[in-house]
């Protein structure tokens, strides 16, 4: 299957300072990625999503200016959290999407990365 | 409010018992897809349904699209403890692109 790849898996940082996750799709190329933000034992929650060439969008209480993403190329989206604070420590994982063999557009396999893990001092 | 909601959140069952995971929303999907994360990983993809009260077979996994396409459920048979992580359905809005909005999830945990 496809691969989605996902840099760092873990990092820690001091408060106040910038953090980079990298989501890469090694094997084929991602026109939309999505950014997921999980808390311990809880399910996936939907932060944005990535189109190439074009901005972002976010969902509903998601800031922009906190988690900035970018999606340069069709084979890298970035998220990076801005002026982290402890609150912001949690698992992001990010996912991408082949398209559908059957048509429907929401059919194609969703693939994850491997998640990575935040932690604000 | 939570538009898929996942039920059991939490079983805790022994090897070679059967089990099944409910997932249920008051909104209709147009695809459904159920997913198994271990922990520090991200999700694996088990299945995805399209058709209402499709019925899809994975070995011992058995997974079904309600007929009105807003609910689904997944039996395990003989659980293995290489069953135990966390299940999650995840669902397409009719409508919307191609993202999903994920179930409240369910922990699994089948020991020996």
């Known amino acids: 299957g496809a691969v989605v790849s996902q840099h760092p898996s873990r990092v820690i940082c001091k408060s106040g300072t910038s953090v980079k996750i990298e989501c890469r799709s090694l094997?084929?190329?991602?026109?939309?990625m999505f950014w997921y933000r999980q808390f311990p034992k809880k399910s996936l929650m939907l932060m944005a999503t990535?189109?190439?060439?074009?901005?972002?969008?976010?969902e509903q209480g998601v800031e922009k200016d906190k988690f900035l993403i970018n999606h340069a190329s069709l084979t890298l989206s970035t998220l990076t959290v801005t002026s982290a604070h402890p609150e912001d420590s949690s698992f992001y994982i990010c996912s991408a999407r082949v398209a559908g063999t059957s048509g429907h557009a929401n059919t194609g396999e969703l693939f994850f990365g491997e998640g990575s893990r935040l932690t604000v001092l | 409010t939570q538009l898929l909601e996942q039920s059991p959140q939490f079983l805790s069952i022994q090897e070679g018992e059967n089990l099944t995971v409910y997932c249920n929303s008051s909104s209709v999907f147009s695809s459904l897809q159920w997913y198994r994360q271990e922990p520090g990983e991200g999700p694996v993809l088990l299945v995805t349904v399209v058709t209402g009260g499709e019925v899809k077979k994975l070995k011992r996994l058995t997974f079904q699209f309600g007929d009105a396409r807003k609910d689904s459920s997944l039996h395990i048979t003989a659980a293995q403890p290489g069953d135990t992580g966390l299940y999650l359905c995840a669902g397409a809005l009719t409508g919307t692109a191609s993202k999903l909005t994920f179930g409240t999830g369910t922990r699994l945990q089948v020991t020996l």
């Open positions: 094997d084929f190329q991602a026109t939309t």
């Open positions: 990535s189109n190439e060439g074009s901005k972002a969008t976010y």
